[in-house]
């Protein structure tokens, strides 16, 4: 471990001269066990150790593990050439006691206490030490020699707690370099919480860590299988992270050696040859001459992992105990995230199935609404809503139930039901807060429970006459946007008497303010701006202060502006709803798109044609037609459903959205080949347009962008 060791003139016994056999090189020295190590027996090791250690003793070059605490030393053959005087007594004790001569010496010991502890690399400098020996022969004239070692890396378990260091010596060639990158794969996948993003770890990290020409990562999917797959060179299809990587499908009896060796659970190395020739997609796969697949296996999931170079590659015992490391480790956070996912996605389809699956349209009133989960993705209690009432006025709420849990999403239902309910025997906000009192109150008597804590602010709008009329139950307050001369804006929160959450009684009282066109509403969950170790004050002015630089009171874009407001992550959901009372009518069109490759096609002929009779300026049309274009291409990739195309222009912007019928991270469902990549079409809507955004649904994704006209834009004709 440290910077020098003494060479011996007569090699021990233990250290043989002839090839090791492949079990040999993964035992430990004569007359030790792995049970009498801090290790334990190895059954019980955890993957991503039993890997490492794998490695380190089938490595070609001296390698050694301080493992634990105790930093216990466990090292292959070739570091024991390089300690044979203290070879192999020196074999699972701390390596403080092996090299206590030089343990103290500023470099050594401290350096790889300080990787254990902080889990940061040590810099790859050499330092060579001379060690003094307390072994006979060690005061051989001339010294001992000095051999230097680097190196120093964390080595972590499948949860990415750091349990040892790594010690490489030089010269270290290519695959013990990758074998320091295995400690920075566990500890990114240790932060992953669904297979999306297992996958981009998985695939980053073998691009540019293995250094291999191309990746696939697949996993049974019920009759087939999803595969995920990256190209060296190739653009990124999760360039935006908000959207999930490109999945694609391929069926149970496919002849790709990742499917071949998912189901026989045996690894198959080729070194030369075209191993992907009867599976090829592109002139990608047909170039691959060298491929290792290996499966993943594990209680629960039964998937696949394979590397591939253009070149012939031979795949060495390190190398092959590298990539089984990887696939472990890939293994386990594959399976823990599909099992979170299993448990979340139940709890939040239960949310959203008690979200409004489409909000009213009723003009001039135009309105927006978006739910995102906090940090810990678990389904919650907050919700909106929006409702016409019979007398023509539109009924719009936010609540929050505190908790993440089923229970809470349950308990949103029956608020959210209720408050429809009373709202249209009554709309009058004092006498619907009124009747909620009293169910909460019920619920929290049945329960045996005073932890029910219910927000709720609760409007009626009359586009009519203009007027809002607000109540809260212990809600943070609405804003609201007044548009000005220019495209210039002012904000205020409405002076609503606060009250206090449902099921504790007392007075409600509402207010009523002029809501003239031009104006938009939002209320919002205090998700939006809570933030940990940051006052609900300073939040609240963070929210303000975006909305009035805003330069467009598109309820829409005000939700994806509020989302982001304010700065740090949120720990709580978010839920939000706008009401933008328009002070010019739109025209709007919309089109169905099905689910086939000349789908984009159709769209760019139709968008063309249509914004063209609108009188939308040329330089506006073809970059509108370009991002409908993407969007339809990847909601054809990502959810292989039909897609309907909503246009909606106005004076002064042409809003544009298209949405899906396909679950979040589904497999695509129809031939892809020609289609853009995912990457590159978000950036062209990034990059043209003003605003734009994602919006998930119970039963599909909604994907949209805006982009502001020119003011010498004449107002559409609506007829």
């Keep these: 471990m440290p910077g020098t060791v003494g060479r011996a003139s007569t090699p021990p016994s233990a250290v043989a001269d002839a090839p090791p056999t492949p079990d040999a090189l993964l035992s430990p020295p004569a007359g030790h066990r792995w049970a009498d190590t801090p290790l334990g027996p190895r059954e019980g090791w955890d993957p991503a150790l039993r890997g490492v250690v794998d490695l380190v003793m089938s490595a070609p070059v001296a390698m050694a593990l301080a493992y634990g605490d105790d930093l216990a030393l466990i090292y292959n053959r070739g570091f024991a050439e390089l300690i044979r005087p203290k070879h192999p007594a020196a074999f699972g004790r701390p390596a403080a006691e092996v090299f206590r001569e030089v343990w103290q ?7 790889i206490e300080r990787v254990y502890r902080t889990g940061e690399p040590y810099p790859d400098r050499e330092k060579p030490l001379s060690i003094p020996h307390d072994e006979p022969g060690g005061d051989e004239p001339g010294g001992p020699e ?44 240790a932060d992953t919480g669904t297979l999306d993003e297992v996958a981009r770890v998985t695939l980053c990290h073998a691009v540019s860590a293995l250094g291999v020409d191309r990746v696939e990562f697949g996993v049974d999917d019920g009759g087939g299988w999803r595969v995920v797959r990256r190209v060296r060179g190739e653009l990124l299809d999760e360039a935006d992270e908000r959207l999930p990587p490109l999945w694609r499908r391929h069926p149970a009896d496919s002849p790709a050696p990742l499917v071949r060796t998912a189901d026989s659970g045996t690894a198959v190395f080729t070194s030369d040859g075209r191993p992907l020739l009867r599976c090829a997609v592109d002139r990608h796969d047909e170039r691959i001459r060298a491929l290792a697949a290996l499966p993943l296996r594990t209680p629960s999931l039964r998937g696949g992992l394979s590397v591939g170079y253009r070149r012939p590659h031979v795949w060495s015992p390190a190398e092959r105990a590298l990539l089984t490391a990887f696939a472990e480790l890939v293994a386990r956070a594959a399976e823990r995230a599909r099992r979170v996912e299993t448990q979340h996605g139940a709890g939040l389809l239960l949310q959203r199935s008690m979200l409004p699956e489409h909000l009213p349209d009723l003009p001039p009133l135009r309105i927006a609404a978006r739910y995102d989960a906090g940090v810990d993705g678990d389904a919650g209690g907050d919700f909106y809503d929006a409702f016409a009432l019979p007398d023509g006025r539109l009924a719009v709420v936010v609540g929050d139930v505190v908790g993440h849990d089923a229970r809470a999403a349950a308990l949103m239902g029956q608020v959210r039901a209720a408050l429809r309910a009373l709202a249209l025997a009554d709309p009058e906000p004092a006498p619907v807060l009124t009747g909620l ?28 006459d203009g007027r809002l009329t607000v109540a809260s139950a212990g809600h943070p307050p609405p804003l609201l946007r007044h548009a000005t001369a220019n495209r210039s804006a002012t904000v205020r929160f409405l002076d609503v008497p606060p009250g206090v959450p449902l099921g504790l009684g007392g007075l409600r009282a509402a207010i009523t303010v002029d809501f003239p066109p031009g104006d938009t509403l939002l209320l919002f969950s205090d998700g939006v701006v809570a933030r940990r170790r940051h006052s609900l004050t300073a939040g609240l002015a963070a929210l303000a202060a975006a909305l009035a630089t805003s330069t467009t009171g ?7 502006l509020a989302s982001g407001a304010v700065a740090g992550s949120a720990e709580d959901d978010l839920a939000m709803l ?23 096609g159709r769209v760019r002929r139709w968008m063309t044609s249509l914004l063209g009779r609108w009188g939308v300026p040329e330089r506006v049309v073809g970059s509108a037609v370009l991002c409908t274009s993407e ?12 897609t309907r195309v909503n246009v909606d222009l106005r004076a002064e912007r042409l809003l544009v959205s298209v949405t899906d019928r396909g679950t979040r991270g589904a497999v695509s469902r129809v031939h892809t080949d020609g ?19 994602t919006d998930p649904t119970v039963r599909g994704c909604t994907v949209w962008f805006e982009m502001r006209l020119p003011p010498a834009t004449p107002t559409p004709d609506p007829g």
Excluded: K, Q
Excluded at 440 to 448: C, D, F, K, N, Q
Excluded at 675 to 693: I, M, Q, Y
């Design 146 to 189: 000095l051999v230097p070692t680097r190196g120093y890396s964390a080595v972590r378990d499948s949860t990415g707690r750091v349990v040892g260091v790594l010690a490489v010596v030089p010269e270290t060639p290519e695959t013990s370099r990758r074998l320091l990158g295995l400690g920075a794969l566990a500890s990114a996948l």
């Design 675 to 693: 289609l853009s990549g995912r990457g590159r079409g978000l950036r062209l809507v990034e990059s043209l347009s003003d605003a734009w955004g």
């Design 554 to 560: 598109d309820p829409r874009a005000l939700c994806v």
């Design 105 to 111: 010496t500023p470099g050594v010991g401290d350096v």
């Design 578 to 600: 706008a009401v933008e009372h328009a002070a010019t009518p739109s025209r709007s069109a919309s089109m169905e798109v099905p689910a086939e490759p000349t789908a984009p």
């Design 631 to 642: 969007l339809v291409t990847n909601a054809l990739l990502h959810a292989g459903t039909a």
């Design 437 to 464: 009192d009293r169910l909460v109150a019920s619920l929290g008597a049945e329960a045996r429970s005073d932890e029910l804590f219910v927000t709720v602010v609760y409007g009626l709008i009359s586009p009519g």
